[in-house]
């Protein structure tokens, strides 16, 4: 979109209700119907990575159905989203369910494609696997990214049953690729049993912090976001949301839950701190509708792309100011 186009938004729920009609993310245009898009939201149906419940690769169209609920102005971060920038639908990547290999240089070749055309890109998983081929095309075109990475769990595992690509283990492999900044990392909302201490030991000599989720309980959202802004400074960031992050009261639809999490509230809090950061792409992934219980899930999740999607629309607005006062 150049700066003298407005954005196409979203259907008017106040003329055409919002349980008609077939889902797009927030009500918004695909991205076919607008052409090309400043954020692309694309779900990716895959669920192959799993080591317990499946179920996550119908997590995209699931947070979908639950975004038909949110409206064009987000009071938390003052801003409109979607008059900000042009954000549209762009579908699904077509990924093969029975070869991880595969569907791991799918991904990363949709994301060249999209990242290509200058979008940033939110991510609707799928599981946890698919964060590595993303953060391999975010790299291609930024360089190493720094990572803030919400999750009950590490993902820096290194195999399961001998397998190097899984829910697990996304982030070791990015690590070893040469793809994150290490001096930026952050695990945010981790807690819950571990193999053993040295999981926590391999983790920190990847680079990683880690607050977890009595961290945030204990120090507080706005205090947890500051000290990740100052950690984050203004490095291309990639933000990676395991819904597993939140407590299973806020988030029972997911493969592996664990017990005392985060709320919902403090999720949406510390993202709101965050805005300003240079977001450059970002996913949610592992939510699982089977397990779900009234959307709970979907819900918080879908909450959460749009938070995500309010940093990368302000920040397109804040660079086209700069350029046209230039
Ligand atoms: N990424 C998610 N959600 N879970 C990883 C859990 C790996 C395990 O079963 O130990
Ligand atoms: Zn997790
Ligand atoms: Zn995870």
Known sequence: MSSNETPRGPVDSSRVPRYAGPATFARLPRLDEVGTADVAVVGVPFDSGVSYRPGARFGGNAIREASRLLRPYNPAQDASPFALAQVADGGDIAVNPFNINEAVETIEAAADDLLGTGARLMTLGGDHTIALPLLRSVAKKHGPVALLHFDAHLDTWDTYFGAEYTHGTPFRRAVEEGILDTSALSHVGTRGPLYGKQDLTDDEKMGFGIVTSADVYRRGADEVADQLRQRIGDRPLYISIDIDCLDPAHAPGTG???????????????????????????????????????????????????????????????????????
């Open 256 to 326: 592996t839950p664990e017990a005392g999490g985060m709320t919902s509230r403090e999720l949406l809090e510390i993202l709101c701190g965050l805005a300003g950061c240079n977001l450059v792409s970002a996913d949610v992934v592992e939510v699982a509708p089977a397990y779900d219980h009234a959307e709970i899930t979907s819900v918080a999740a879908s909450h959460t792309a749009y938070e995500l999607t309010t940093i990368m629309s302000r920040r397109i607005a804040a660079a086209r100011k700069d350029a046209e006062a230039k």
